[in-house]
């Protein structure tokens, strides 16, 4: 028997054939359309909605309480060297989120050269604001106001660049979402008698849901959401626990452990209902409780109590002596060992932690910025 090898037949070469050039045209396609998409596709915009942990400096320019302000000394001094307005000793997560997406700082919106930047986005967040427009009523810009003001920029980004460019920006941005908190902690700060029942929770959630679909109905298509830290964990609660002086306060853990599986179902109804919705929701509450408990894991030495302020755990939230609370209070020397930096609010470190976390980890964040 001869050794050689069969020559191949005609409709095995013919085969073979359109194989490769099938493979050859497809490789093509794909390298043409990651061209195209790096020639044609500029960065994802990202429009900024929420509360103090997300307020770069709003509330500055509103006519509000110092208990929801942040303008003053020793907030911003570890990075910025002066206060810009934001409830830290820096950056927060929005910031480095910014910084992830190779975008500018954002502004605030309402700072009077915001519109320079709008092509990168906008930050509309106001430290003490809810989802409920009556949660501290009267001193923060409530969600349906920043929806307002988002819809603004909407008509300034249509006015310079037309329909189709600016509804490209917008469909192709990002929208960043922290709210929640301050609808759950204004019960105990104003000692409200309200009982707090599943359909509280409900409210709150749903009025979020109207305005992420308002969004979507302008042509958003990509959201990112931290779902509530737990609060009961938090100095300025922590401090009102009686029964046990170094527990959490379980009634407030309780409720952001409520809202958060509320939070959880309603966004996979949204994926189902709403056509090309996208979302990421970063695990905010676990990420924390992990750097309370175990702080020396993330290289941090103090969990529980606030770097800046005064009382048990620096509960009092007098960072800075300007709030009505009282002009006492103590600062620690190293905020980068501390979780908290004063009575509600993480250090610049604990954020940096976390938006990287948010970035890279399974929340896929960084997915929604890709082209």
Known sequence: ????????????????LIIFLYLLTYCFHIHIVECQCQKTKRKASLFIFGDSFFDVGNNNYINTTTLD???????????????TGRFSDGRLISDFIAEYAKLPLLPPFLHPASQHSYYNGANFASAGAGALVTTFQGSVIDMETQLKNFKKVKSWLRNKLGKG???????????????GS??????FVTNSSISIS??????????????????YKIGGRKFGFLNLGDLGCLPG???????????????????????????YNTLLKLEKQLEGFKYSLYDFNSSLRERIDHPSKYGLKE???????????????????KRPVGHKFEL??????????????LTETSYHQMAAEMWNGPSTFKSLFQC
């Open 237 to 263: 609660l922590r401090m009102l626990n009686s029964s046990n002086k170094n527990g959490c306060l379980e009634k407030a853990s309780n409720m952001a452990k409520l809202h958060n599986a509320e939070l």
């Open 332 to 345: 620690c020397q190293n905020p980068n060992m501390h979780v908290f930096w004063d009575s509600y609010h």
């Open 182 to 187: 301050n609808d759950y902690l204004s019960l």
């Open 1 to 16: 028997k001869s050794s050689m090898a069969k020559p191949l037949g005609t409709s095995n070469f013919t085969l073979v």
């Open 303 to 321: 969990g529980k109590i606030a770097c800046c302020g005064i009382g048990r755990f620096r509960g009092i939230h007098s960072c800075g002596g």
């Open 165 to 179: 460019k600016s509804q490209n920006i917008l469909s192709n941005a990002v929208y960043l979402f922290s709210i």
């Open 69 to 83: 302000q942040a303008n003053f000394n020793p907030y911003g001094e570890t990075y910025f060297k002066f206060p």
């Open 198 to 215: 599943p359909q509280y929770q409900q409210m709150v959630v749903g009025n979020l849901t109207t305005i992420v679909q308002e969004i």
